[in-house]
């Protein structure tokens, strides 16, 4: 007999963190909805400027076991967001964060952003060949804000969608122009223990550009908690009056949004408000009983 399988998401970021960053509402608002989420990591961060001063040796400077420590942080991400699914592209440790663009990091043997594109793609593939999603998310053609990794798994992710014929939709995750200004309007009065961006410090795009709006409200709390997992990489701020901020190393302030953005790359339909919208169930031959 036929029945109905599970809606399935699949994401593919770059580095621990940037589930949550970019995504983190969407994927706790999914996976509490009953999605099948899967979230694909390409490299363990292991380049990441680590913020706590009392983790500083674990840096690639010094001992270089900061992934292996951010591998701890994700689990604890993923079970705060409800991830089902967690893979490391090509197994855990297979290809290494490139760091920033032009840093010596880029040379590393195992550096993602250097690594065959032809095996990555290859790797990827797989996985949506396993999962059969019907809706993946990465990032721009730019990779949201250049950096290398971002930019390979935005070309691996393109490539490999191609050839899997279940997925009907590829979302690009972005930041919203106006939610941003709107956000750090907000924060603008309070006492915060970052600063406030310089215009056009952070990267947003036009709204015009963005197709899809995931209101997130009611999941904050779950992404909030994994943000918080990930104290290597990211700081997060709550004020009494409900205020709420997060920082990276560099410690600009970036407030925390009540929906999360998307551009629609591939598929069609109405997503102004759901990546799923109007996807009909997916239906598979069961046992009979």
């Given amino acids: 007999m ?6 399935r998401l699949l994401l593919v970021h770059a580095h621990p963190d940037d ?9 706790a608002r999914y996976a509490a909805a009953g999605v099948q989420v899967t979230l694909v990591t390409c490299t363990l961060g292991e380049e990441g400027e680590i913020i706590p001063e009392s983790l500083a040796q674990l840096g690639a400077d010094a001992a270089d076991q900061l992934g292996g420590y951010r591998v701890a942080e994700l689990r604890a ?11 490391y592209l090509g197994g855990m440790g297979r290809w290494r964060d490139s760091g920033m663009a032009g840093t010596a990091a880029n040379a590393h043997p195992r550096a993602f952003a250097a690594g065959d594109p032809d ?5 990827l593939s797989a996985i949506l060949a396993d999962v059969k999603p019907q809706v993946v998310v990465t ?9 290398p990794d971002h930019i390979r798994a935005h070309d691996v992710t393109a490539a490999a969608v191609e050839t899997c014929p279940d997925v009907q939709r590829l979302y690009y995750a972005v930041v919203s122009e106006q939610a941003v200004a709107d956000g750090l309007a907000a924060l603008a009065g309070v006492e915060l223990p970052y600063r406030l ?47 709420v901020a997060y ?5 600009i302030a970036q407030p925390v949004l009540d929906s999360e953005f998307y551009v629609l790359a591939s598929g069609s339909g109405p997503v102004e408000s ?5 996807l009909a169930p997916v239906e598979h031959v069961g046992a009979d009983r």
């Avoid at 990032?139 to 950096?147: I, L, N, Q, S």
């Avoid at 759901?274 to 109007?278: A, S």
């Fill in 19 to 27: 589930e949550s960053l970019w995504t983190g509402g969407t994927i």
């Fill in 274 to 278: 759901d990546l799923f919208g109007g």
């Fill in 247 to 251: 920082a990276l190393s560099n410690g």
């Fill in 2 to 7: 036929m029945l109905t399988a599970p809606p």
């Fill in 139 to 147: 990032y721009g053609p730019d990779g949201g804000y250049g950096h």
């Fill in 197 to 243: 961006p310089d215009p056009g410090e952070l990267p947003v795009v036009a709204d015009a550009d963005i197709t899809t709006t995931v209101a997130i409200g009611d999941h904050l709390p779950a992404k909030l908690r994994a943000l918080s997992a990930h104290a290597t990489q990211v700081g997060v701020w709550q004020g009494d009056d409900g205020a």
């Fill in 77 to 87: 991400a993923c079970a705060a967001l409800g991830v089902s699914d967690h893979r």
């Fill in 119 to 123: 095996e990555q793609t290859a790797a």
